[in-house]
């Protein structure tokens, strides 16, 4: 390997589809288990011979058949949402790796068709079977991968990026709010155990006095 090599040249490999098909829950993890020696260089359909042949040459490794257990890929395609059939849950939104749906609580979302790789994470979300996978039109061609123009794999790498981002943002306010949520349920211990005691206390002194009263 290059000792000069980054996870960054690595990443540049991978065509952002951020599908999760490799094994791993983005491709910059998946980049930086094969920086690490962690994962092989078959692991990326949708980057097909493109990406195994750049990433063979960055990590100096012969190039070696697409892995059996990933599934093959058969084409890109784009997520639509039936929008007679879209309840609003919003359950789809979450796992959209770069964002790219839209909509708010009880109505109807739509996918930005520009912005979808084709991942396909969101179909097992949606608990009406409202989305479905749709033939990508474009016939254009790109300049590195046969489906994807290097502008799109930038553009999703930074949104992909973003999503993490939003999504460990979200996650720390969370854990905030439950540890805030902890020591409040603490204090609230305290108090009742420091009433409880006080309440006691207050007992003993009682009927000492009654006690000394009746002598």
Same mark, same amino acid.
């Given at each position: 390997?290059?000792?000069? @090599?980054?996870?960054?040249? =690595? ?10 098909? +490799?094994?791993? &829950? ?16 078959? $692991?990326?359909? &949708? ?16 190039? =070696? ?16 949402? =039936? ?7 919003? @359950?789809? *939104?979450? &796992? +959209? ?23 396909? %994470? +969101?179909?097992?979300? +949606? &608990?009406?079977?409202? *989305? ?16 994807? @123009?290097?502008?799109?794999?930038? $553009? ?8 993490? %981002? $939003? ?14 949520? *902890?020591?409040?349920? =603490? $204090? ?28």
């Amino acid at each position: 390997m290059n000792p000069d @090599l980054t996870v960054s040249d =690595i990443d540049q490999c991978l065509p952002q589809t951020q599908c999760t098909v +490799c094994g791993y &829950p983005s491709c910059i993890e998946y980049a930086n288990a094969l920086f690490n020696n962690e994962a092989q260089i078959n $692991r990326c359909p &949708p980057g097909g011979a493109v990406t195994l042949s750049a990433l063979a040459s960055q990590l100096n490794h012969p190039e =070696i058949p697409l892995a059996d257990d990933c599934a093959p890929y058969t084409g890109r395609f784009i997520a639509e949402i =039936i929008e007679s059939e879209c309840i609003g849950c919003t @359950l789809c *939104i979450e &796992p +959209c790796p770069v964002d790219a749906i839209v909509g708010a609580s009880r109505q109807m979302h739509s996918v930005l068709a520009d912005d979808c790789t084709g991942c396909e %994470l +969101c179909l097992k979300f +949606c &608990p009406v079977d409202c *989305i479905v996978m749709v033939k990508h039109s474009d016939q254009r061609k790109g300049e590195t991968w046969p489906e994807f @123009l290097d502008s799109e794999v930038s $553009r999703w790498r930074h949104l992909a990026a973003h999503h993490r %981002l $939003r999504m460990q943002t979200q996650q720390d306010s969370s854990d905030v709010a439950q540890h805030e949520e *902890i020591k409040q349920e =603490i $204090r609230k211990a305290v108090n009742r155990e420091r009433t409880k005691r006080w309440k006691s206390k207050k007992r003993v002194t009682r009927l000492s006095h009654s006690q000394a009263s009746n002598k």
